[in-house]
């Protein structure tokens, strides 16, 4: 098992072009997430998912759009980036548990993203 | 809202000398406490789930405790392999327990 793949792994972008992020995994899970991660900061959600064909907004998702349209795939995409969004960006996955609850996350490699 | 806080944010230990990492939380209603490793350059690497205090879980050089306000991280005679950011991380029930909270994170090295 790969576990949470992402690809790419570096990009740099100029201010205001556009990029998809993909994540991929292939535990199963029903749950995905796209983190941010910054000098001085904890990880931070910026959207996830429940299911296919669902999303939900996290902690930070202004400038971010995403789309789960394969149980296995979550894409963030960024439609005209900004300097403010240079950061490492993490996908995890985890399983659902009885009801709709769920558990541990399983984090993948990281998206290094630079915005000149 | 939840917060989680860990200390110190740099620890730095000789091979062999144990000490221990702090996690303190609050968060109405712990559901879940996680700690995970992270190597430069990587993902985070789950290590532990403690559901309630009171409860310890063990790897290797590693085990984890949880009270009801904080967690620690003990690390028995620590080797240079594991040198790593620490991360800790809430998760709260109901609706919230989709999301982690995330902590800062402490920064180990350990030198030979």
């Known amino acids: 098992n790969a576990g949470v793949t992402q690809t790419p792994k570096f990009r740099v972008l100029k201010t205001g072009q556009s990029m998809t992020l993909l994540c991929a995994q292939d535990?199963?899970?029903?749950?995905m997430y796209w983190y941010r991660q910054d000098p001085g900061m904890g990880l931070r959600l910026i959207h996830y998912?429940?299911?296919?064909?669902?999303?939900a907004k996290g902690e930070v998702p202004d400038g971010y759009n995403v789309s789960r349209l394969k149980k296995q795939n979550f894409l963030l995409g960024l439609e005209s980036a900004a300097p403010s969004q240079t950061s490492v960006y993490f996908c995890?996955?985890?399983?659902?548990?009885?009801?709709?609850?769920?558990?541990?996350?399983?984090f993948g490699p990281g998206t290094r993203l630079t915005v000149l | 809202e939840d917060q989680v806080t860990q200390s110190p944010e740099a620890l730095r230990l000789q091979e062999g000398e144990s000490s221990s990492l702090n996690c303190s939380y609050t968060?109405?209603?712990?559901?879940?406490l996680f700690w995970y490793r992270q190597d430069p350059g990587k993902g985070p690497e789950f290590l532990f789930t403690?559901?309630?205090a009171g409860e310890e879980k063990e790897k290797e050089r590693l085990k984890a405790t949880l009270t009801k306000k904080e967690s620690f991280l003990h690390i028995t005679a620590p080797k240079p392999e594991d040198s790593a950011t620490y991360l800790c991380?809430?998760?709260?029930?109901?609706?919230?327990?989709?999301?982690?909270?995330f902590g800062k994170g402490t920064k180990l090295s350990v030198i030979p």
């Open positions: 995890a996955s985890s399983a659902r548990l009885a009801g709709r609850s769920t558990d541990t996350q399983y």
């Open positions: 535990m199963n899970h029903e749950y």
């Open positions: 998912s429940v299911g296919e064909g669902t999303t």
């Open positions: 968060v109405s209603g712990l559901r879940g």
């Open positions: 403690l559901y309630s």
């Open positions: 991380a809430v998760q709260a029930p109901g609706a919230g327990s989709y999301q982690l909270t």
